[in-house]
């Protein structure tokens, strides 16, 4: 079920991503990114519950296509006869013309073990793509605009409500700390830089921050974590900014690669992964985790 996160934004977690809704009931609304594979029924369930039975988005905008927000984009889409929107350097990893970087998990940490086993190749779903509007409208949802917050993915956008200040930031950060496993289960808000085996272009990541805390935002709704609101996160978010630091070591720490409107264009060398020995037990410690967390919700 959509818990409502502010007033017309509804968060529904799905094992450690979220989803969001945005609009109210009866009125045009909006579902931002699509979880994880095989979450369709999930979603489709709780949308009719907060929008009536039958209801169907404006569409459904991707804010970047990793497998973890795009998983059951085709399927809703087909269900429910709706674009999906993303941004046009977004495009060829979403219509079949080039897959991700491979992912990173060298740096170590929770999220780079895990994502041993995740996917990281590009998706095609053919022309139920469109790019999204070039004046930073949001389809169907005036008060809304995207930004283009790339660094984690080229074309990453972010989703801004001026009214009253509510950011939803996709993966441009967490508000979890995707490094630590205990943050799985614990769910802290924690302000922390967003998954680090699949993020590519570091300097540019951390000016999409300086670019998010220049809003002053009053809620910060992320990819992952729960959401972080009050007087207290925007002066939080600058902060963040400022300090914020890459992982020490990795493969796109300091080269990121290379890539255009065609997709990845240019990768650098692999790099050794002093953690791969450790990567079953971590593996199966990740495991327990995720069960844990699930028989929470
Ligand atoms: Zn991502
Ligand atoms: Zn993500």
Known sequence: ???T???????LGIVFVNVFA???PGGPWLLVDAGLAGSSGLIRRAAARRFGAGARPEG?????GHFDHVGAARDLADAWEVPLYAHPLEMPYLTGRSDYPPRDPTMGGAMAQMSRLMPDHGYDFGDRVRELSADGGVPGLPGWRWLHTPGHTPGHVSLYREEDGVLLAADAFATMNLDSWTAYVTRKR????PSPPFT???GTTRRSIEKLAGLEPEVL????GLVMEGTRVAPEL?????SFTPPRRGRYVGSPPVADEGGIEELPPPVPDPYARRAAGTFVVGLLLLALTRRRR
């Open 1 to 3: 079920m959509f818990e």
């Open 200 to 202: 590519f272009d570091w």
């Open 5 to 11: 996160a502010a007033p017309g934004v509804g968060r």
């Open 238 to 242: 600058r902060d963040f900014a400022r």
């Open 60 to 64: 459904i905008l991707l804010t970047h």
């Open 190 to 193: 924690e302000l922390s830089r």
């Open 221 to 224: 709704a992320a990819g992952h």
């Open 22 to 24: 945005l609009g109210e």
